[in-house]
T-cell receptor
Framework: AQSVAQPEDQVNVAEGNPLTVKCTYSVSGNPYLFWYVQYPNRGLQFLLKYITGDNLVKGSYGFEAEFNKSQTSFHLKKPSALVSDSALYFCAVSGLNTGFQKLVFGTGTRLLVSP | ETGVTQSPTHLIKTRGQQVTLRCSSQSGHNTVSWYQQALGQGPQFIFQYYREEENGRGNFPPRFSGLQFPNYSSELNVNALELDDSALYLC??????????????FGPGTRLTVT
């Protein structure tokens, strides 16, 4: 079974500092990994994904993520945080082993960027 | 904006009643998935429809059912509502079923409250 763990309920960072939101995964076969962001009263917005290739994936709004197969991790990063980055972030894994595609989400990490 | 819309935005129902939630996918997207997001949790996969047929289901009872129509709209129906059904319901669409590596485009969700 596929699963994702986000070990931190909340991450606090000052504006301008780098941020990291952690994610580890468990999956049989090739992992397809995703990051989504959710603002209050909004649906999920896609940030980036890892399918294959370069371990460093660049996405929307200056975010990037590093895929590490040996550590089964897919941490989200940004070099310089903005107050507007404050939101709920979800890591997810997808597969098509059973003939349909579903995303399995972590429990989410709330990012709070202070001015 | 993802081009995925959902209605209504909010809904209040009484235990035992039935509810229908609606979603309009992006044009050309043949796959629609529905997720339930309880308060403080990550979204949980309910089921997926591909070309108007259900092709995958998560751990949800049969009283959760759906329909997908040729015009890229879909419905989620829940019978015999229970208090635990109170959640944000999200639909998501993708262009095709292939591979599991497509990102899913989420709508803003319908907040269902069961009293």
């Amino acid at each position: 079974a596929q699963s994702v763990a986000q070990p931190e309920d909340q991450v606090n960072v000052a504006e301008g500092n780098p941020l990291t939101v952690k994610c580890t995964y468990s999956v049989s076969g090739n992992p397809y990994l995703f990051w989504y962001v959710q603002y209050p009263n909004r649906g999920l917005q896609f940030l980036l994904k890892y399918i294959t290739g370069d371990n460093l994936v660049k996405g929307s709004y200056g975010f990037e993520a590093e895929f590490n197969k040996s550590q089964t991790s897919f941490h989200l990063k940004k070099p310089s945080a903005l107050v507007s980055d404050s939101a709920l972030y979800f890591c997810a894994v997808s597969g098509l082993n059973t003939g349909f595609q579903k995303l399995v989400f972590g429990t989410g990490t709330r990012l709070l960027v202070s001015p | 904006e993802t081009g995925v819309t959902q209605s209504p935005t909010h809904l209040i129902k009484t235990r035992g009643q039935q509810v229908t939630l609606r979603c309009s996918s992006q044009s050309g997207h043949n796959t629609v998935s529905w997720y339930q997001q309880a308060l403080g949790q990550g979204p949980q996969f309910i089921f997926q429809y591909y070309r108007e047929e259900e092709n995958g289901r998560g751990n949800f009872p049969p009283r959760f059912s759906g329909l997908q129509f040729p015009n890229y709209s879909s419905e989620l129906n829940v019978n015999a509502l229970e208090l635990d059904d109170s959640a944000l319901y999200l639909c998501a669409s993708t262009p095709e079923l292939a591979g599991g590596y497509y990102e899913q485009y989420f709508g803003p969700g319908t907040r269902l409250t069961v009293t």
